[in-house]
Structures are given as structure tokens and as C-alpha cells.
């Protein structure tokens, strides 16, 4: 486990996944959208981004959390060799994402950009929760299925199944 591509749809808990698992690993931790969005929620033109993230994939070891755009995903999975897909049930993810505005009003979400706006944020990730599970949801099932033969896989579908994934990860790390 050294290069860890951590994806799935909005509200899923990859954020709070990462931070957890880049703790026990002391595998870096690159969260897509401070890389993506600048302080104050402002993209980051393309090409800049992209170039980022082409540098970040040549490092030896990584943990990245997101989903970053379209032509970077299925690079980043590609290149990982571990994938930990978080494919919880829709209503799930459309709870998490309400889950994450009403804490945000306390503070800012984990992983967020600096000052980017929330009301703004939660609108489009609820779009992006029925986008993501309409069109890509589909597609990433079966590139998991198919990664299984080359590389470590963890589909994660539950929470039960990130209990599981968390007993593992420490019986793995104890030794």
C-alpha cells in the first residue's frame, strides 16, 4: 500500500477515511480539492490543476481523496495500487451531504477549501450525488471489479463493510 486512490460519490466519507487512514499508514495525504479550488471555493484553471496532479502521480506514495475531473480519475486509478471505492447507498450519501452542511455552519467541512461557500457547495454536491450515481457509479463498479486481478481493492458498500475495512487496516498495521 503506497499509492492509495480513495473515490466515490459525494458525501461518502472519503475525506474522513483518508485523514483516518493516512494517520495509521504515514502515507501523505493530498486532498483533490485543495488542490482543485483555491481559498474562497475559485477552480483552479485546468491545466494547472492537471499538471499538479500529474507531478503528484509520479511520487512513490500518496493517499489522495476525490475525484478531481473526468481525465484525472481513471489516470489516478490506474496508477494507484491500492483503490478503497466508498459506494454507499444514495440516500446515504444525500444524508452525509446534509450531514456536512449543518456541521458546516459551526465550522468548515473537512477537506474544504478555505472560506469557499457552503450553501454553494451543498447544492452542487446534491446534484452531484444523483449525477454521480446515474453515470459513474456504473462505470467505476466495473473498473473495480476488473482492477481486483492487479491490484488491492477494497469496495467498500456499507458500514459494516468500513468496520471491516478498519479491522483489517489494523491487524495489518499492528504487525
Same mark, same amino acid.
Given at each position: 500500500?503506497?499509492?492509495?486512490?480513495?473515490?466515490? +460519490?459525494?458525501?461518502?466519507?472519503?475525506?474522513?477515511?483518508?485523514?483516518?487512514?493516512?494517520?495509521?499508514?504515514?502515507?501523505?495525504?493530498? &486532498?483533490?480539492?485543495? @488542490?482543485?479550488?483555491?481559498?474562497?471555493?475559485?477552480?483552479?484553471?485546468?491545466?494547472?490543476?492537471?499538471?499538479?496532479?500529474?507531478?503528484?502521480?509520479?511520487?512513490? /506514495?500518496?493517499?489522495?481523496?476525490?475525484?478531481?475531473? @473526468?481525465?484525472?480519475?481513471? /489516470?489516478?486509478?490506474?496508477?494507484?495500487?491500492?483503490?478503497?471505492?466508498?459506494? @454507499?447507498?444514495?440516500?446515504?450519501?444525500?444524508?452525509?451531504?446534509?450531514?456536512?452542511?449543518?456541521?458546516?455552519?459551526?465550522? &468548515? &467541512?473537512?477537506?474544504?477549501?478555505? +472560506?469557499?461557500?457552503?450553501?454553494?457547495?451543498?447544492?452542487?454536491?446534491? +446534484?452531484?450525488?444523483?449525477?454521480?450515481?446515474?453515470?459513474?457509479? &456504473?462505470?467505476?463498479?466495473?473498473?473495480?471489479?476488473?482492477?481486483?486481478?492487479?491490484?488491492?481493492?477494497?469496495?467498500?458498500?456499507?458500514? /459494516?463493510?468500513?468496520?471491516?475495512?478498519? /479491522?483489517?487496516?489494523?491487524?495489518?498495521?499492528?504487525?
Amino acid at each position: 500500500m503506497d499509492r492509495v486512490a480513495v473515490f466515490g +460519490n459525494t458525501g461518502g466519507g472519503k475525506s474522513t477515511l483518508s485523514k483516518r487512514l493516512a494517520a495509521i499508514t504515514g502515507l501523505p495525504l493530498v &486532498p483533490l480539492d485543495l @488542490m482543485q479550488y483555491r481559498p474562497g471555493g475559485e477552480k483552479v484553471p485546468h491545466a494547472e490543476f492537471k499538471a499538479a496532479h500529474d507531478e503528484l502521480l509520479q511520487q512513490d /506514495q500518496w493517499i489522495v481523496d476525490g475525484f478531481g475531473s @473526468m481525465d484525472t480519475v481513471w /489516470q489516478r486509478l490506474d496508477v494507484a495500487d491500492t483503490l478503497i471505492y466508498l459506494d @454507499m447507498p444514495v440516500l446515504r450519501h444525500y444524508w452525509w451531504v446534509t450531514k456536512r452542511f449543518i456541521k458546516g455552519v459551526w465550522g &468548515p &467541512p473537512e477537506g474544504w477549501p478555505e +472560506n469557499s461557500p457552503l450553501v454553494k457547495g451543498t447544492l452542487i454536491s446534491y +446534484n452531484t450525488v444523483w449525477l454521480c450515481h446515474t453515470k459513474l457509479t &456504473p462505470k467505476y463498479r466495473t473498473y473495480v471489479e476488473a482492477a481486483k486481478a492487479t491490484k488491492q481493492v477494497y469496495h467498500l458498500r456499507s458500514l /459494516q463493510g468500513m468496520k471491516q475495512f478498519w /479491522q483489517t487496516i489494523a491487524t495489518e498495521f499492528e504487525e
